[in-house]
């Protein structure tokens, strides 16, 4: 829905024990971490209380700042607006919040949504902000990525860049001459810019390709990184996910 | 549209992982064949394209704006098979680096905002410039259509996915209304960006249009003297490869009906719902047909409901596919017979 796609990047260089973990540790450990918070039921409050105060701890251990957090977190309000609609639209029994009626079904919905959302979203913000694009794509190789899949992840990290910069420049250029997207009638001319776009990139592409070629391409990437995980890392990176099941066990005594 | 964790429960999530898993699987070698060794750098620099292009936002209504999907658009630009790889690293990078889309969503949203739109997309474009003369028109017609339908029929297939293990009890009904309303808002402009997009692509580099590859006039060969060599008509005419399409289409609907059926609820549905609200059901006679092999969903002799739900969906899907593919098999002979007695009149 319309809320775009946040720029910039969200790696944060440091060299803390959550920064120097390897990348396929901590991704395993942030999927089994949200899979343990989507299944927990949404009426189990203490529990979530639990998974918060998880990623706060991650957070402090890699020095992530809380502000930063937050800025990243508007990724997730469009869902947001939705589950606040949730408790007017659901049927149900009402109950009375502050004056308001409200739908009880719907309260509880649309606080399962918000809170599992919100966790998930904090989770992919610590993974994101603590692991190098490049190395993370690596981890996801090791975690049997098809190697195809990986590449044209890693040039389409590579490029993104130049691609967004010069669609900025075509912005530029078309608000230096006036132009303004108002309503309907001006969607032929962004329309028209995608087009050039689109032509620019695949005759970058396929220049890439011809110098990749020149200079030795055969298909596959040399690694040169050593991103191999001891038991040890694996156990650290392990406590996240497993916490948060000791919690999810707690909560249902 | 990027559907974020907690939105699904964890049976839907992981089964649409799977049908995800499934469609990249089949698109990679298919990405192969189109683009061969340049996969990688291509398919790359696409994706870093449609990844561009999401942040177009367009004026919807007043107030709202909406951004591109592109599925549509890069499938009638660099074929359906590089189209779905390309918007599923698309949404893997945002997950994964931009926190944007839930990791446990990732599933569910390669199948929207990829599979479906893609596969719908590309299966209307295909259909459109099938029945309409070769011509730019055509072509920019097909691109219009094709994206203004895959964007709602999305939001649908969001809707059911919904029904099935969505985690709020709001009615279907008003969910399908409100998808289905923004999306076809969202689905016009979209549809014109397609269509200008394409046919701009068109204009410049016909040969990078993969959807336009049918209007490439075939090689015409001269003689010294500058008199051309007749061309074998048969042979000249390019072969359009939609059998790969179809079988991932049939695939992929027989995946859906068998294992969402399996963990469909047996609640009921919204016009049940209503039914049994409003008392209108206690005048419902049941069915004449209730008591046949499928009926109520079901198939009769096998114990295990949720597998019977499957079952049910699987035969129902492969007859439904069968009338409609024996209605195409007729109308496409008798277009073939008309084509054939056309040439002959024109010889004589």
Redesign the interface.
């Known amino acids: 829905m319309g809320a775009g796609h946040a720029h910039g990047r969200l790696y944060r260089a440091g060299d803390s024990i959550v920064h120097r973990l390897p990348p396929q540790c901590k991704l395993v450990a942030v999927v089994a971490f949200t899979l343990v918070v989507v299944a927990t039921d949404r009426e189990r409050f203490p529990a979530f209380a639990g998974y918060a105060a998880l990623l706060i701890v991650v957070a402090a251990v890699a020095g992530i700042r809380p502000p930063f957090i937050l800025r990243r977190m508007t990724v997730e309000l469009p869902f947001v607006l939705f589950a606040v609609a949730l408790p007017f639209l659901s049927p149900g029994p009402r109950v009375e919040v502050l004056g308001v009626w409200l739908s009880v079904d719907g309260l509880l919905a649309g606080w399962n949504i918000l809170a599992k959302a919100t966790l998930g979203v904090v989770a992919s913000i610590l993974l994101a902000a603590t692991t190098e694009p490049r190395i993370l794509l690596l981890g996801a190789a090791r975690l049997r990525l098809p190697q195809l899949m990986v590449q044209i992840a890693m040039f389409m990290l590579r490029y993104a860049d130049v691609i967004v910069e010069e669609m900025r420049r075509m912005k530029v250029a078309r608000e230096s001459r006036a132009f303004a997207a108002r309503n309907l009638k001006q969607v032929p001319v962004i329309a028209r810019s995608a087009g050039a776009l689109f032509i620019r990139s695949y005759e970058r592409g396929e220049r890439v390709h011809l110098a990749m070629l020149s200079r030795g391409y055969t298909g596959t990437f040399p690694v040169i990184d050593d991103i191999s995980a001891s038991r040890w890392q694996w156990g650290i990176a392990g406590t996240l996910p497993l916490t948060a099941l000791a919690i999810l066990a707690g909560s249902l005594l | 549209?990027?559907?974020?964790?907690?939105?699904f429960?964890?049976p839907v999530?992981v089964s649409a992982a799977a049908v995800a898993v499934a469609g990249?699987?089949v698109c990679?070698r298919g990405?192969?064949k189109e683009l061969d060794?340049?996969?990688?750098?291509?398919?790359?620099?696409?994706?870093?394209?449609v990844?561009?292009?999401?942040?177009?936002?367009?004026?919807?209504a007043v107030g709202?704006?909406?951004?591109?999907l592109g599925g549509a658009?890069a499938a009638i630009?660099v074929g359906p098979y590089t189209g779905v790889?390309?918007i599923?690293?698309?949404l893997?990078?945002?997950?994964?680096?931009?926190?944007?889309g839930?990791?446990?969503a990732l599933g569910v949203n390669i199948g929207l905002l990829g599979i479906v739109t893609v596969l719908v997309g590309y299966g209307v474009f295909r259909l459109v410039t099938r029945f309409a003369p070769r011509s730019r028109a055509a072509i920019g017609i097909g691109s219009f259509t094709a994206a203004l339908i895959s964007v709602p029929v999305s939001a649908l297939v969001f809707t059911l996915l919904y029904a099935v293990g969505g985690?709020?009890?709001?009615?279907i009904g008003?969910v399908a209304t409100a998808m289905v309303g923004?999306h076809t808002l969202i689905g016009?402009?979209e549809g014109?960006?397609?269509?200008?997009?394409?046919?701009?692509?068109l204009a410049?580099?016909p040969d990078?249009v993969y959807g336009a590859r049918a209007l490439a006039r075939p090689l015409l060969l001269r003689r010294a003297d500058g008199s051309p060599i007749p061309a074998d008509a048969e042979r000249a005419e390019p072969r359009r490869r939609t059998r790969p399409v179809l079988i991932g289409g049939v695939v992929i609907t027989l995946l859906l009906a068998g294992v969402v059926g399996f963990y469909a609820s047996s609640s009921p549905d919204g016009l049940e719902r209503v039914a049994a609200d409003t008392g209108f059901d206690t005048q419902a006679k049941p069915h004449d047909l209730a008591d046949s092999p499928l009926g109520d969903y079901g198939v009769k002799g096998v114990e295990n409901e949720r597998i019977s739900v499957g079952l049910a969906g699987v035969i129902g899907v492969t007859i439904t596919l069968l009338a409609g593919g024996g209605v195409a098999w007729a109308a496409r002979r008798r277009t073939e017979h008309r084509r054939r007695a056309g040439r002959s009149a024109a010889d004589a």
Do not use: Y
């Open positions: 549209m990027h559907v974020p964790d907690g939105f429960t964890v999530s990249v699987t990679l990405a192969r060794d340049r996969t990688a750098p291509m398919a790359g620099l696409v994706a870093a394209f990844f561009a292009v999401q942040m177009l936002n367009f004026p919807v709202t704006s909406g951004h591109l658009l630009l790889l390309c599923a690293v698309v893997l990078v945002q997950a994964l680096f931009f926190a944007d839930g990791l446990t985690t709020s009890s709001i009615e008003t923004v016009i402009g014109l960006i397609t269509m200008v997009a394409v046919s701009t692509v410049v580099r990078l």
